[in-house]
Structures are given as C-alpha cells and as structure tokens.
C-alpha cells in the first residue's frame, strides 16, 4: 500500500483524510500542520487513527517513508512544497488552485518536467467525477455534438467571518483572487473539459459588491471565446444570501443540457443522471474527492496517465490569470498574451 502524508490540517483537509482511510490502495501515516492541535482533531473529526504529527512539513518528509503527500495549504504555498515533494522523490496530490497565479503555475509545470515519468502531480478537480459532469462528457462525446455555447453560474454566500476565520483568504498575496480562484474555479474547469474546447481570449470584469473589506473579489463575469466559435458565460459570486447550486449548461446544436442541484437534465427537464452524495463532507464539495484520489493512486501503482494531472489545470489558471488581466486593464485578453508573457 502506498504510504500517505498529509500536509496542512484546515477546512479542506477532512475529505482528504476520509479519502485516505478509506482507500484500498494507500495508508495515512503522518500528518503535518504549524498548529500543533489539528493533528488530534482532525483524526478524530474523520475517525483516522491518531498518527505521527508534525509542524514543520520538511522534517515529516525527511523522517517518515513516504510515497505520496497531500497538500491541502493555502493556495500560495502549493507550488513551494510541492516542489520540495517531488524532489525529495514524492508523489504530489495538490489541492486547487495549482497557486495564486499562472507565472508561478507555469514555474512549477517546468520544474515537474524533470520528475514527469517517474513521479506523478495531480491536481484536486474532483469535480469533473460527478456522475451528472461523466455523463454530460460521455453524451456529447458520443454523438458529437455540435456544442455553441456553455454556460457557468454560481452563486453563493461568504461573509466576513469566512475571512476572518483564515484571513489569507482575502490577501491577495497569498489566495491570488477571490471567488474565481477558491469557489469557481471548479466552475471554471468544467466549462471547459466538459466541451472539450480550449480557450482563446476573453472579457471580464471582477468587483467586490459585499466584503469591501478584503483585498479580493467576491463578485466576476466573464465572456470566454473558445475554439471552434463556442461562447461562454461565467458568472461568480460570493454576495448572494445562500450558497446555492452551481448551474453548469451546455447548449448543442440540437439539444440543451443543464447540471443543477446535482442533477444533468435535457431540454424537456427530463433527469438524465444523479450525482452521488456524501455525508462526510460539504455539498458543495461533491461525492468526488475518493474517486479522484482514488484514480491518482491507481495511477502510481500501475504507472499510468489516468489522474487529473498538472496539465489538466494549465488552461484553467490561463483562464484565471486572464479575467485578472482582463479586469485589472479593462481589455480583451487572449490566450497567446497569457502563455507568451
């Protein structure tokens, strides 16, 4: 079995600790965290056994027989320690976002390309397993449909306690944005792999229309152009009075197709699959996180490609890093101006 450590203890961390303990294929072994307290009740908010614990991430790698770390850190860390992984000979499973930008995102992807074969990076899109975002993909993969126009909406409620209770969030330096980048960029990367369309330039515009307070967005649209004269709409915000289901809709030639409260529907809002749900984690999160880990373990084991990899979540942090540009200088960005800079 594959021999796991976790690094950082905060709010995503318990599904990842779920997932661990509950996969055939690997074994929590450490755990690590500045705050000394979270090792205890973390494992036992999860039922994981009580296990070595540490505060500083270098040691635990250092001391303990690793194959594979977690790293669920605020998102300006992800690339530091996921460098310091790979080359002390580790297996990287990083939370999104890769981190805060798509400089430091492309930074880690060259450094990944010494390591690329014989270690594995994936990237936390767990996501793109629901069984309503499976089914879509197999449907207009199978009848190849003529797909024009994909749809992202989400909307939902972060108040100043959200900040305050990790006060990196609302730092542009160490979360690199706000709704786009920690609530939908999900979202994001579903509009996306789902039509299988690249991105080729966009215009958005980001505000903050309730937490004034903070440095970050909590409120962004977006019109995407993707390849082959597909357009996109996204719309994210944190200021709504509830956190409601995401809307994810793709409108074919012959056919629409919309993903809302965990349900794919047709044109005549006739069900046409259901994602799983879990009890041990936030709704929002999804019933993905074991199948994904899951995947990514099979993957070292059996040494091949099929995970969410590093690669993967390129075009979405393109895509990020673009409604930043685009806003910040009111303009179109295109994707050469992103990936040439």
């Given amino acids: ?22 996969s055939p294929y690997a074994k929590l072994v450490a755990v690590c965290d500045i705050n000394s307290n979270r090792a205890k009740e973390k494992c036992e908010q999860t039922h994981c056994e009580i296990i070595p614990s540490y505060t500083d991430y270098k040691e635990m790698i250092e001391k303990e027989d690793l194959d594979v770390v977690h790293i669920t850190l ?11 992984a790979l080359s002390k000979g580790l297996n990287v499973f990083c939370e999104k ?34 069984k309503s975002v499976v089914r879509l993909k197999e449907i207009l993969e199978e009848n190849e449909e003529e ?13 100043m306690d959200y900040y305050k209770q990790a006060p990196w969030r609302g730092n542009l330096k160490e979360a ?11 979202t994001l990367d579903l509009m996306a792999y789902v039509t299988g369309k690249d991105w080729k330039s966009l215009t958005a515009t980001m505000s903050k229309l309730m937490n004034k307070e903070v440095e970050v967005e909590d409120t962004a649209n977006a019109f995407i152009k993707y390849e082959d004269g597909v357009n996109g709409l996204f719309i994210a915000t ?26 794919l529907f047709n044109r005549n809002l006739e069900c046409l699959a259901e994602d799983e749900k879990s009890d041990a984690t936030k709704d929002y999160y999804g019933a993905g996180h074991e199948t994904l880990i ?7 084991i059996d040494g091949t490609d099929d995970y969410c990899d590093l690669h993967d979540a390129m075009e979405t942090m ?12 009111n303009k179109e960005v295109k994707k050469e101006e992103i990936i040439n800079d």
């Fill in 318 to 329: 393109e895509i990020i890093q673009a409604i930043i540009d685009s806003s910040n200088e």
């Fill in 176 to 186: 690199g944005a706000g709704v786009i980048i920690n609530q939908a960029i999900h």
């Fill in 294 to 300: 899951n995947k990514f373990y099979k993957a070292i």
């Fill in 238 to 263: 944190n200021a709504y009075s509830i956190t409601d289901s995401i809307e994810l809709q793709v409108i074919s030639k012959n056919e629409k197709y919309t993903i809302k409260e965990n349900r």
């Fill in 74 to 84: 605020p998102h300006y860390l992800h690339a530091e320690v996921s460098k310091y």
């Fill in 147 to 159: 797909v024009f126009a994909v749809k992202g909406l989400v909307t939902w409620y972060r108040n």
């Fill in 97 to 130: 976002p890769v981190d805060i930008s798509y400089e430091k995102t492309k930074d880690l992807y060259d450094f990944y390309q010494a390591y690329k074969g014989k270690q594995k990076l994936g990237i936390c899109f767990q996501n793109r397993y629901n």
């Fill in 1 to 22: 079995m594959l021999k796991v450590g976790v690094i950082g203890l905060g709010t995503v961390s318990p599904i990842h600790l779920l997932s661990i303990n509950n």
